[in-house]
């Protein structure tokens, strides 16, 4: 925690996360759509920005006037949008995925197969349409951005290292216990659980030029997001067993 420093606008941009045995990370919540620039400097850092970071700090610089307004021009709008396909809308909370091995010798293997159907070329479930605009005075500059984004749980590769449909052999001595031998308890071609998200971002910066020497930045950033994720200590796994995977509440930022 607090090993690289981040940053949005010269601002602090991370909070603390609780993640369970894993201690607390950091996280920053930021819609790429509004980056303008990062740059990252690594080890300790002597800038009025790096204080107490000795991995390193990550700057973000968000969008401004001129992103928008090309040079010579008062008034600029650009609109943008993409499709994605590969994910599905979260299943119903405590839908299984990947394969559940039982504990008990007289268990059986169970790999549910409502998982395994992948959506077609042209099911588009993932989506994002972005909205800025800007306008500059003489001593006034306004830029203002919406953004909505929208992507299911996405489906796992069907390619890898000894592939991943091959990543469960039978152990010595349980012939129902399976060894997670290959890069992942998720299957070949299956829908990995927990990892949608639906987020709505706005921005709103303003530059007022008091003097040649002076300047007043003033700025406005709102981030919401229901996502997917795992605790460490869930998604974690033993040497041979592999745990429980299913589909858990989303939690909201």
């Known amino acids: 925690m607090g090993r690289v420093k981040t940053t949005v606008d010269d601002g602090e941009g991370s909070i603390p996360a609780y993640r369970g045995y894993l201690g607390v990370s950091n996280r920053t919540f930021l819609d790429p759509e509004l980056l303008s620039a990062v740059a990252i400097e690594k080890g300790p850092s002597s800038g009025a920005v790096g204080g107490g970071a000795i991995g390193g700090v990550v700057s973000m610089q968000t969008i401004g006037v001129d992103d928008i307004v090309k040079s010579g021009e008062t008034v600029g709008l650009r609109i943008r949008g993409d499709v994605g396909g590969n994910s599905a809308s979260p299943p119903a909370v405590g ?36 909205v ?108 041979i067993i592999g745990r429980l995977r299913c589909q858990r509440l989303r939690s909201t930022v």
């Open 95 to 130: 839908t299984r995925g990947g394969m559940l091995m039982g504990f008990n010798p007289s268990a059986p293997l169970v790999g549910a197969a409502d998982g395994m159907d992948q959506p077609g070329l042209f099911d588009f479930e993932g989506k994002f349409g972005s």
């Open 132 to 239: 800025a605009a800007g306008y500059k005075l003489d001593n006034i500059d306004i830029v203002g951005t919406y953004v909505r984004r929208k992507e299911g749980n996405y489906f796992a590769g069907t390619k890898g290292r000894s592939g991943f449909s091959e990543a469960y052999t039978a152990c010595s001595g349980c012939p129902i216990w399976y060894r997670a031998g290959g890069l992942t308890h998720v299957r070949a071609g299956e829908e990995v659980l927990n990892t949608s998200q639906d987020s709505t971002s706005y921005l709103l910066k303003g530059d007022v030029r008091l003097s040649e020497e002076s300047t007043l930045k003033l700025g406005y950033v709102q981030y919401g997001n229901t996502f997917g994720e795992l605790m460490p200590s869930v998604a974690q796994s033993h040497n």
